[in-house]
């Protein structure tokens, strides 16, 4: 059994060190050739933002100048404290939940309350999330930081050009039929700005679901 296994992993060694040896010189080098096609990241779950907008379309407003966000929500730990504190201290003496339970619903539907979904996964309130459908190199310089400290690409927009880099914002807890048409949508729009009949997807996490849904729902794309 012992020698089945040396001879096994010396075999595995001999393959990798001849699939080393075997890389064309410069494969790694200067020599290679750059894909500078459109390339499309399709961000995983919560790594966008979301805002409630009023009737006229336009982002609400809170009394200190800061938009009422629902993703990511703000939360205020003292909150939370006071919500759950007596009904914690009470469960903890008497080993009985006293309304804790209930209690921590309320305050999670309470910081949740903006960003509530119905049974489609449509947002019950006016919530939008904050898209960018232009390049990187287009894109004003506070959402190329929201999505710079969101994924770190900025390695990647130095080698093919933040020209061609593109970031899908999507809701990631909402619908993803409705994901998978505007992820769809975005990519036929590029395609005729850019004039090219491709573009390069790049999925992180959810973004992998997406794009699956994407090739199933239009396998022309």
């Not at 499309?40 to 779950?45: A, F, L, P, S, Y």
């Amino acid at each position: 059994m012992r020698a089945g296994k040396r001879i096994l992993a010396g075999v595995l060694a001999a393959v990798l060190l001849l699939g080393v040896l075997l890389v064309p010189v410069g494969a790694a080098g200067e020599n290679y050739v750059v894909d500078k096609r459109p390339t499309i990241i399709i961000h995983g779950i919560g790594q966008s933002e979301a805002f409630l907008y009023d009737d006229a379309g336009n982002k609400v407003q809170q009394e200190d100048g800061s938009y009422l966000q629902g993703w990511p929500p703000v939360i205020d730990p003292m909150d939370i404290v006071a919500a759950v504190a007596l009904p914690l201290i009470a469960t903890l003496l008497f080993q009985f939940d006293f309304g804790l339970t209930s209690a921590m619903r309320k305050a999670v539907n309470n910081i949740f309350t903006l960003f509530k979904m119905d049974e489609n996964g449509l947002p019950v309130q006016n919530m939008q999330v904050q898209r960018y459908p232009n390049s990187v190199a287009e894109t004003d310089e506070a959402g190329q930081n929201f999505i710079y400290n969101s994924i770190p690409l900025q390695g990647l927009a130095d080698v093919i050009g933040p020209e061609n880099l593109y970031y899908f914002a999507y809701d990631s807890f909402g619908n993803n039929a409705a994901v998978t048409k505007e992820l769809y949508e975005m990519i036929q729009r590029i395609k005729t700005e850019k004039g090219v009949d491709k573009v390069n997807l790049i999925p992180i996490s959810l973004g992998g679901t997406i794009m699956n849904s994407l090739v199933a729902t239009y396998p022309d794309v």
